[in-house]
């Protein structure tokens, strides 16, 4: 046998082992993480107390406490990177009317800068009802940072259920608003 051709067998030998080990370890350092991704909690525990934040408001103002004391609230997660996100907007809109008559605050909750925030929510009433927090922050509430999420929190800061929007409570509290807002227009 040539010893060119036994060069080139053993070099592509070689590849093929080098390959395989770069393949394993890639592997192996994506089951670590997949791991580490599946401990972290979608939400806090239900019933548990939501670490107390610090938001900054969009619009500007005073810094602000979440969960705010003495009203119940709803805390949206949104992306402007997430096209169902941009979706949500007009929903979330409707509801803001209704929010008083139904004792409830609505805040979006977001980690981005201001100058994204206010071009993805460019004419909507909702940049009044958006607070940005730090990454630190942000993952306390949302800690595999999802997004379209929400958290329903009681008025004493409890997490009562939270999930993705569109979800079987997420429907429940569209039904709900739904009424609240028929009940507004009959009257």
């Known amino acids: 046998m040539d010893s060119g051709v036994l060069y080139l067998v053993l070099g592509v030998l070689a590849f093929g082992v080098a390959l395989a080990l770069l393949l394993s370890l890639a592997a192996v350092d994506a089951a670590r993480h997949l791991a580490a991704a599946g401990e972290r909690l979608a939400t806090p525990p239900r019933g548990e107390i939501i670490p ?9 103002g005073a810094r602000r406490e979440l969960p705010g004391a003495g009203m119940p609230a709803v805390l949206v997660f949104l992306s402007s990177t997430c096209p169902k996100c941009r979706e949500k907007l007009p929903e979330l809109a409707n509801y803001l009317p209704h929010l008083d008559d139904a004792g409830l ?10 100058w994204r925030l206010r071009r993805f929510l460019r004419g909507s009433p909702l940049a009044a009802h958006t607070l940005r927090l730090d990454m630190r922050s942000y993952q306390a509430l949302n800690p595999t940072l999802s997004s379209p999420f929400y958290l329903f929190v009681d008025e004493e800061g409890r997490l009562q259920t939270g999930g993705t929007i569109g979800d ?7 039904q709900q608003m739904q009424e609240r807002r028929a009940e507004q227009e009959a009257a």
């Open 168 to 174: 079987e409570n997420w429907e429940t509290f569209r």
């Open 105 to 114: 605050e609505l805040w979006l909750v977001s980690r981005e800068p201001r």
């Open 52 to 60: 107390a934040v610090t938001a900054r408001p969009l619009q500007g």
